[in-house]
Nanobody
């Protein structure tokens, strides 16, 4: 059974930095994509950043230049380095992993970690 465990959330002042980590366990395969999504109160969950098996990255416009996603393929884990944080970055951040099998996507989610940025 695949499990994604996030860590690294917390409270930080605007302009500060945080690093989120996500470790996957229980899988015998390599995920096609891994990434981070976030959900603020009253809003829909949105993509923050993703990274593919071939190291292609994708970022939301709102975080480009401030956030960096990285992946450790041997450990089946990803990190999200978040710099120059803004109050609007406040949200629950979720780790996601996707695998494509027989033309069907299967996605896995972590339980989320709270990031709060104070002004």
């Amino acid at each position: 059974q695949v499990q994604l465990v996030e860590s690294g959330g917390g409270l930080v002042q605007a302009g500060g930095s945080l690093r989120l980590s996500c470790a996957a366990s229980g899988s015998s395969f390599s995920f096609n994509t891994m990434g981070w999504y976030r959900q603020a109160p009253g809003k829909q969950r949105e993509l923050v950043a993703t990274i593919t098996r071939t190291r292609n990255t994708n970022y939301a416009d709102s975080v480009k230049g401030r956030f960096t996603i990285s992946r450790d393929y041997a450990k089946n884990s990803i990190d999200l380095q978040m710099n120059s944080l803004k109050p609007e970055d406040t949200a629950v951040y979720y780790c996601n992993a996707g695998v494509l099998t027989m033309a069907t996507w299967r996605h896995y989610w972590g339980q989320g970690t709270q990031v709060t940025v104070s002004s």
